[in-house]
Every structure is written in C-alpha cells, then in structure tokens.
C-alpha cells in the first residue's frame, strides 16, 4: 500500500470551465506557509494535470500549516489535496493516508480534510456551503508518524465553478464492458430453470445488446397469458409510466416468446416487465428480463444530465457520467473509487453478499457503452473461497472515500443519482452517505449515516429513505412508501440534501421526506453505490438465472 507525504493542496483562483480544461482566473492570490519555501504552494497547473514543485515544512515545525490568502473576498466553496510521491508506511496502520488536516477559514469556519493520500497523485476534494473569505489555511497533521508533511499546490475554487476531475495514473486498473448481443438458439440451455407455478426467464441471458426490437423467451405455466410492458420515453419525458408492449400465450411445453418494439428507447440499459395469469386467473410474480439497447441516442449528456434537478443556487463540485472504462481498486489508492465501504482498518462486507474486489475478474462492476455504470449480483462461483461467511452471491460497492480518507467528500451538500434498480426478491440496491471521519483510524467508535435511498427487490414500488446515527447514543429516522413506479423497470433520479442535523429526500426533483436526528453533520459526507443482497428479506434471484443488475447514468454532488 503506497502511502507518502503531501503532494498538493490545490487552492486557486476560480475555474470557468468544470470539470475539464479549467484554467485559473482572477486576481493572484499570496502563498504562506508555518515554515519551508512557500512558493513552491502555487506554481502548479492542477487544472490542466500538472503540480508544480514541492513544498515541505520543516523538520521543526510542530504545527505545519499552508494558507492562501486572497486580494479581497472570494466565495470559496471547495479545496482539492493531492500527495506527494514520496512514500510513507506503518505496519500498524497499513490502511492510513499519509496525513490529514483541517481547513480553517477567515470567517471563523472550520472543515475537516479526512485524509491526503500519497504516491498515485489522486486527489482529496472537499466541497461545502460557499462562505466569503479572504484567506483560507489548511492546518495538516500526520497519520503516520513517520510522513513528511509536504504540499506542492493549495488551490481554492469558487462557487460557481466545479472543482477539475483528476485522471489516474497511466496502468491504473480500469473496468468495462460491452454487452453481448442477444441471442436465443433452441440448443441453449435456459438461463433459468422451470420453476412450478413461477415466470423464468429463458433467454437472452441478463444485460444483453438488442437494437430495434427486444424477444425474450420466458417460461409460464402452461396457458398462461403474459404480457410484457415497457417504460419508453416521450419528448423530453425520459421516466414514464409503463406501456403494454407485446402479449403472449405460454404454449404446451411451457414457453412464451414476446417481442417488443424498443426503437424509442435511448441507448443504454432497460428492463422488459412481464406479467402473467394462469389459466384458472392467478396472478403470476413478475419477472425482469434486464436488456441493453444498443442503438438510439444518449439518454444524458454531461452538460443535460437527464432527470437532474439541485436545489437552486447551488454548485455542482463532483459529478461522474460513467462515459469511461471505471476506474475502481479495492482500497482505491491510485484510482477514483474504492470497492469497499471504507472502515478504519480497510473496508467491510454487509448483507449476503460477498463484495468482490475487480481485480479478482468477476465483472460486478464496470461501466457499459453510452455511460453507465453497471453493479452486478451473480453467483459466487470461482470466487466462493473468497466467501467470508459463506455468501452464495458476489455483488459490488464503489465508493467515493478511499481507504484512510482521501476521495471525495462534501459537508452540507445535495447528492443525486439517475438509476435503474435491481429486480428480485432479496435484492438490495442503494445510494447512500457516511461522516468522512467513519472511515478513517480517527474514528470514535460514532457514525452518521444517510441513505438517500434503499430499494428492496420484493417491493418494486416502494423505496427507503434513512438517517442513522450510530455509536454510544443511537439515532436515526426513516420512511419507507409506495410511490407511483416500478423502479426496476423505470429510471429514476433520487436526491438527498444533508443539512445541519437533518436530510431532506427527493424522487424526481420531488421532495418526499424530511428526516432528522443525523450526527456528524459538521464533517463532510462521501457518498457510496451499490448493490448488496438480504438486507432482512430472504434472497431469491432464482428466476433470472440468479444475476441482477443496477445501473447507473450519472452521480452528482452539489453545495
């Protein structure tokens, strides 16, 4: 595990393009440090990839500090720290980042900065309620005890402007996938079995490519009359009820072939809902049968997310489109995500699956064609000597905070996503947020939690929104209601603002819950995706030939 110094704290003048090929802009702000040479803190070019030299404190600063100060006020609303490449390692703590820190802001503000990864060049971004200040100052602190405390550049980016995406470096793992066409020959093995009195899906297998027409093969108590249905957007409507879209009659041997007409979907994933009755009238479970249209148009761009909608006035500081291969590891050290929930000794498996780590090939997560991000449940497989109390799935997690802290996290700010959730008794989907300093060897044993949403694959027209405040004294609110949708077969766009003490939900830019007794609302919160299993509800992908999947078009955070 690479751990070193400090190599930047990126604080300049406002960027005018986000994300992307942002220049700084304004008037020149003034460098000081506790001690060492203070203009090596601001002759870099984060925005275009490049750091500029090195800046260390010296060996007899006991209270290293770094601080821009600015010709007048300036709306700061986020700070990016980068590592040097210059490592550092303890045994003992084989999960810390290098170093840690505390912005401290003329207005009297503080944030916390959870932790500064060295040696990869991947940043720590920390975003917040935009406050006029003339100088910003990060006080740093080490995590190892052995780590110089060293910075190359501290740059400051203003409300209005979105804080530039940092690529990994060259041979960085990166995962994705192209799906395989769709194909249903009469020699193939059903995806599912039979199941007695139960829709099956018989063909094609889960996730695979059609153009303007989807056939699926799905097997149905003899007689029995189904029909598939179909979510197809209209204008500019992209999440719409759902629509018949072919009929069948299940035949002698148990067999029904529908074809739907998918020419109006956008490219990227859909789900076919077929429902049934049996021929004495009984209403048959549905079943998804989760495809991928290969042609059609973008459902989103990165500058018209579809379905997007953050409270007014707010900037938008992180934002992933999922337009390129993934860039995922298990701890994240060297790569945007982590493929774990972040703990203070590395990260942690929950439900009833087992979280797989990408390099071990299984594929539960990669992003698609067109920009999407898929999380996948399938058997555990070649993987089952990987089980840690014997999961029968493998599933995945990507988180925005890395093992010892560093990533992406964002105090006080509105986080969204566009998804598309996993059918099937037992799946569990969610979108959901941690206090920055839960995941860190600084943690006190308390933890706040939010979930923007949890899904349960038993209930497709319900959803979850949370708080949880864990530790000594619990707390926490939740609500759990039906909703006029079919999640597993529409998309959606659910949000969450954490505010002081409270969130605040959305459902398509609708505010649907205000939930309180949160703690840790003064840290920053990274946010996490993933698709896990139970959840308290007993698994039972049986029918799709036990795979599930969750998409994802896009993520983004705001303050």
């Known amino acids: 595990m690479r751990r070193s110094a400090l190599a930047a704290v990126l604080a300049a003048a406002a960027l005018v393009t986000p994300l992307a090929g942002a220049q700084a802009a304004g008037p020149t702000t003034t460098a000081t440090a506790s001690s060492g040479e203070a203009a090596a803190l601001s002759d870099g070019a984060p925005a275009s990839a490049r750091l500029g030299a090195e800046w260390s404190a010296s060996s007899g600063d006991t209270a290293p500090w770094a601080q821009l100060t600015f010709p007048s006020a300036r709306r700061t609303a986020s700070v990016q720290v980068f590592g040097s490449t210059a490592d550092a390692s303890d045994p003992a703590q084989s999960t810390a980042a290098a170093l840690y820190g505390t912005l401290r802001f003329s207005d009297g503000s503080s944030v916390d900065v959870p932790g500064i990864a060295a040696g990869a060049g991947m940043p720590t971004t920390v975003a917040f309620t935009p406050r006029w200040v003339t100088w910003v100052r990060l006080e740093l602190r080490r995590q190892i005890a052995s780590a110089p405390v060293a910075l190359r550049e501290l740059t400051a980016y203003d409300a209005g402007t979105t ?54 093969v799905v097997g149905a108590p003899a007689g029995s009359q189904l029909t598939a249905w179909l979510s197809v957007p209209s204008g500019n409507a992209l999440d719409l009820p759902l629509r018949r879209a072919a009929t069948a009659t299940a035949d002698a041997s148990g067999r029904a072939v529908l074809t739907a007409d998918v020419r109006r979907l956008p490219q990227g994933p859909f789900a076919l809902k077929v429902t049934g009755t049996t021929t004495a009238g009984a209403a048959l479970d549905p079943l998804y049968a989760q495809l991928f249209r290969s042609g059609g148009q973008a459902a989103s761009t990165p500058s018209a997310p579809a379905g997007s909608s953050p409270p007014a006035g707010m900037t938008l500081q992180y934002s992933d489109d999922f337009d390129a291969p993934l860039s995922v590891s298990a701890s994240g ?5 982590a493929a ?37 449940a399938q058997p555990i497989g070649v993987l089952a000597p990987k089980q840690t109390w014997g999961q029968a799935h493998a599933a995945g997690i990507l988180s925005s ?118 703690s840790h609302t003064d840290e920053p919160f990274f946010f996490m995706l993933d698709l896990a299993t139970g959840g308290g509800w007993p698994v039972d992908l049986a029918a799709t030939g036990q795979t599930t999947d969750l998409y994802v078009d896009w993520v983004r955070v705001y303050t």
Do not use: I
């Open 163 to 216: 804080p530039p995406q940092w690529a990994a470096p060259a041979g960085s793992p990166t995962y994705a996938v192209t799906p395989a066409t769709a194909s249903c020959p009469s020699s193939a093995a059903p995806v599912a079995p039979a199941l007695a009195g139960r829709l099956t899906l018989a063909c094609p297998t889960p996730g695979s490519s059609v153009d303007a027409a989807a056939t699926v």
């Open 333 to 337: 050290w060297g790569t945007r995500y």
């Open 340 to 376: 774990v929930k972040p703990e203070p000794w590395g990260g942690s498996q929950f439900g009833d699956a087992l979280f797989a780590d990408p390099a071990w090939g299984a594929g539960t997560l990669a992003t698609l064609p067109g920009g999407y991000l898929r999380v996948r």
């Open 401 to 518: 905070q890395r093992w010892g802290g560093s990533g992406f996290s964002a105090q006080h700010g509105y986080f969204e996503a566009r998804m598309l959730g996993a059918p099937g008794p037992g799946s569990w989907p969610a979108f959901w947020m941690l206090n920055s300093s839960s995941g860190t060897g600084r943690a006190d044993g308390s933890a706040a939690e939010v979930d923007a949403v949890e899904l349960y694959g038993h209930d497709t027209d319900a959803a979850c929104h949370t708080t949880h405040s864990w530790g000594p004294v619990k707390g926490g609110q939740k609500a759990c209601q039906g909703y006029p949708m079919d999640w597993a077969a529409e998309w959606h766009t659910y949000g969450v603002e954490v505010g002081d003490g409270d969130a605040q939900f959305y459902l398509d830019g609708r505010r649907v819950a205000s939930l309180g007794e949160l």
